[in-house]
T-cell receptor, first 114, second 115 residues
Framework: NAGVTQTPKFRVLKTGQSMTLLCAQDMNHEYMYWYRQDPGMGLRLIHYSVGEGTTAKGEVPDGYNVSRLKKQNFLLGLESAAPSQTSVYFC?????????????FGPGTRLTVL | GDSVTQMEGPVTLSEEAFLTINCTYTATGYPSLFWYVQYPGEGLQLLLKATKADDKGSNKGFEATYRKETTSFHLEKGSVQVSDSAVYFC??????????????FGQGTILTVHP
């Protein structure tokens, strides 16, 4: 199984440009999450989804939008990129079975905004 | 709000040394606790977890005990290897339907092990 995959792996944007990060999981998980990782700050939750067609805000949602049109995919969009959005972005998914179930992470997307 | 605090890093050790990475938490309710590891250039992987007080999680020689009285979940390993060099994250997840399994992470601790 591929697990959780993320596209692209690297991207450089200019301020004001837009882009979409794609996360795909093949484990039939209900829950999916987008995090950003910044030095010295750990991972912070941007948005999450508890099922197809649903999304909710996390800790740092400003400047991002998400969509979950298909259960296996969770898209993160930046409409007008800013240098403050330079970060490593991780997607994760988790099954519905139990509240203590493990989150599985993708390999990350390194985004630089100039 | 809920939070996780890890010891300041980075940590540099020689091979076969004893490792401790401290983790304390603040949470409303009764969280589950996790240690995740991130090897260079990779995503996070679950290392171990504990779901209730006094539980001990263990994996690959690493251990951590859920201490409710001190709100701690310190990571230990008796003899580290070069291959253990990575970033280690402590995290918590609250029980309850509205938490949806969301993780709150500590800031991460960089471990470097020299031969």
């Amino acid at each position: 199984n591929a697990g959780v995959t993320q596209t692209p792996k690297f991207r450089v944007l200019k301020t004001g440009q837009s882009m979409t990060l794609l996360c795909a999981q093949d484990m039939n998980h209900e829950y999916m999450y987008w995090y950003r990782q910044d030095p010295g700050m750990g991972l912070r939750l941007i948005h999450y989804s508890v099922g197809e067609g649903t999304t909710a805000k996390g800790e740092v949602p400003d400047g991002y939008n998400v969509s979950r049109l298909k259960k296996q995919n969770f898209l993160l969009g930046l409409e007008s990129a800013a240098p403050s959005q330079t970060s490593v972005y991780f997607c994760a998914s988790r099954g519905l079975a139990a509240i203590t179930d493990t989150q599985y992470f993708g390999p990350g997307t390194r985004l630089t905004v100039l | 709000g809920d939070s996780v605090t890890q010891m300041e890093g980075p940590v540099t050790l020689s091979e076969e040394a004893f490792l401790t990475i401290n983790c304390t938490y603040t949470a409303t309710g009764y969280p589950s606790l996790f240690w995740y590891v991130q090897y260079p250039g990779e995503g996070l992987q679950l290392l171990l977890k504990a779901t209730k007080a006094d539980d001990k999680g263990s994996n690959k020689g690493f251990e951590a005990t859920y201490r409710k009285e001190t709100t701690s979940f310190h990571l230990e390993k008796g003899s580290v290897q070069v291959s253990d060099s990575a970033v280690y994250f402590c995290a918590l997840s609250l029980a309850g339907g509205t938490s949806y399994g969301k993780l709150t992470f500590g800031q991460g601790t960089i471990l470097t092990v020299h031969p």
